[in-house]
């Protein structure tokens, strides 16, 4: 298939987006993943997402000291601490690291806040990239980050991890859910975002030992709240602003724009305001009601009040709480009763199979948000295709009402999705990506 791109955007602070899987990307793979491999990946990003908002936990507590001593073997082994899986982080951009600059593609990723890319010389393991990896000798603007260094000590809130200390030098660990990890040094460098676009002393870290899912990227771009993240760190230029649209198919792109006059930001955007947050990484919003096919769902408010909500750029099918799920899975079939249904496929329990049909009519369905925002989601985001005849509800149900919701980029696709940190809250604007 062939890659079709956007319009092109005059401003200057605008990257492409690409579908991690798609032509458009230019870090290919030899196989595009499965449904059902993506999905599995998926639910253990959810569930590392949960596990770090339970009420329980306490992000800085999660490394006893008992672990501490780990960073200081030549192993730096990671304790398998709850973070997020990410053969899902779908989507990615690219960005420039040093003096002269070295040009990277790095999945983005509103639900983690350190921006990290493979290091030579890899000391303990490097998986392959498209890009040749980032070597720290060949940029005369790097520099190590110290263990007493302030930098260091913010560590663990960024990563729910505590710092390690290697010959003097600050060591950072996130692990993302259950297959994926990075470790290495903590450390500064020059950022280029545009040639105009320029932050010095930006801090990232360089991983010595990555394992897991990140496809043929370079690393990752952390956009959540935390001190550390790419958000807060380019604050004095882009205002903590910030905006992207998600394709609605694998093969056209979006973009990713940083600042006010960033994206050419469809005027009919309407604002929520964030919620207050658990934690410092992730953007909670209200949900106060979902309609589907125009009829809105009776469901008590106290079903989204329990746990909240979080957007999550990397999560791909929604998770609602059972008592929003249950009712709207419910409806959607009472409206789909012409059509031949389908077993359930991995975590999505709500299929059809279309082999009969050459038109299809689908409920449509929207989500209100605190502020009377409306957001009706698009097309390619209410059924997921499973093969060439089956799709399915693109939703899922979490176990417990306990559990935190999440508002997924399946969801999210063709709305200019805008996060004004700075202002508190998030913007909903349809055709975002035209």
């Keep these: 298939t062939s890659c079709k791109s956007g319009p092109s955007k005059r401003q200057s602070t605008v990257l492409e987006?690409?579908?991690?899987?798609?032509?458009?990307?230019?870090?290919?793979?030899?196989?595009?993943?499965?449904?059902?491999?993506?999905?599995?990946?998926?639910?253990?990003?959810?569930?590392?997402?949960?596990?770090r908002l339970k009420p329980d936990s306490d992000t800085n507590k999660l490394t006893n000291n008992k672990?501490?001593?780990?960073?200081?073997?030549?192993?730096?082994?990671?304790?398998?601490?709850?973070?997020?899986?990410?053969?899902?982080?779908?989507?990615?951009?690219?960005?420039?690291?040093?003096?002269?600059?070295?040009?990277?593609?790095?999945?983005?990723?509103?639900?983690s806040d350190l921006t990290w890319t493979q290091c030579q010389p890899c000391a303990r393991t490097c998986y392959k990239q498209q890009e040749p990896i980032f070597n720290p000798r060949d940029s005369s603007s790097y520099s190590n980050i110290s263990c007493t260094a302030p930098e260091c000590a913010q560590l663990p809130s960024a990563t729910g991890v505590n710092p390690g200390c290697s010959s003097g030098t600050c060591v950072y660990g996130v692990q993302y859910g259950d297959k994926s990890f990075t470790v290495g040094f903590l450390v500064k460098d020059k950022l280029t975002v545009t040639p105009t676009d320029v932050f010095p002393d930006f801090l990232f870290g360089c991983g010595q030992n990555n394992q897991g899912l990140f496809g043929y990227t370079a690393g990752?771009?952390?956009?959540?709240?935390?001190?550390?993240?790419?958000?807060?760190?380019?604050?004095t230029k882009y205002g903590g602003y910030f905006s992207y649209c998600l394709p609605s198919s694998s093969s056209s792109t979006g973009h990713l724009a940083f600042g006010k006059n960033g994206a050419s930001s469809p005027k009919n955007v309407k604002f929520t305001p964030f919620a207050s947050a658990q934690g410092k990484s992730f953007y909670f919003v209200d949900i106060v009601s979902i309609t589907v096919g125009g009829n809105r769902l009776a469901i008590s408010?106290?079903?989204?009040?329990?746990?909240?909500?979080?957007?999550?750029?990397?999560?791909?099918?929604?998770?609602?709480?059972?008592?929003?799920?249950?009712?709207?899975?419910?409806?959607?079939?009472?409206?789909?009763?012409?059509?031949?249904?389908?077993?359930?496929?991995?975590?999505?329990?709500?299929?059809?199979?279309?082999?009969?049909?050459?038109?299809?009519?689908?409920p449509k369905i929207a989500f209100g948000f605190n502020g009377d925002v409306e957001v009706d989601v698009d097309a390619s985001g209410i059924l997921i295709p499973v093969n060439s005849t089956v799709a399915c509800l693109a939703f899922a149900g979490n176990g417990?009402?306990?559990?935190?919701?999440?508002?997924?980029?399946?969801?999210?696709?063709?709305?200019?999705?805008?996060?004004?940190?700075?202002?508190?809250?998030?913007?909903?604007?349809?055709?975002g990506c035209e």
């Excluded at 579908?19 to 990946?41: F, K, N, V, W, Y």
């Excluded at 408010?301 to 746990?307: D, H, L, M, P, R």
């Excluded at 508002?407 to 940190?421: C, L």
């Design 301 to 362: 408010k106290s079903v989204f009040e329990t746990a909240g909500t979080v957007i999550d750029s990397g999560t791909v099918i929604s998770r609602l709480p059972p008592g929003a799920y249950g009712p709207m899975s419910a409806a959607f079939q009472q409206m789909m009763g012409d059509y031949t249904r389908a077993p359930a496929y991995s975590l999505l329990d709500t299929c059809y199979d279309f082999a009969n049909y050459t038109t299809v009519t689908i």
């Design 17 to 51: 987006v690409t579908h991690r899987h798609g032509p458009c990307s230019q870090a290919q793979q030899t196989t595009t993943p499965q449904l059902a491999e993506i999905l599995s990946d998926d639910q253990s990003r959810v569930e590392s997402i949960q596990a």
């Design 220 to 235: 990752l771009i952390g956009l959540g709240r935390d001190n550390l993240s790419f958000v807060s760190q380019t604050a």
């Design 400 to 431: 417990d009402g306990r559990n935190v919701g999440i508002f997924g980029n399946t969801q999210q696709k063709t709305f200019e999705v805008v996060y004004d940190v700075a202002g508190g809250k998030l913007g909903f604007g349809p055709g």
């Design 67 to 111: 672990h501490n001593n780990k960073f200081k073997e030549k192993k730096a082994n990671l304790p398998a601490q709850p973070g997020q899986s990410f053969r899902t982080g779908n989507y990615i951009v690219s960005i420039g690291l040093g003096t002269p600059k070295k040009s990277l593609s790095l999945i983005f990723d509103t639900g």
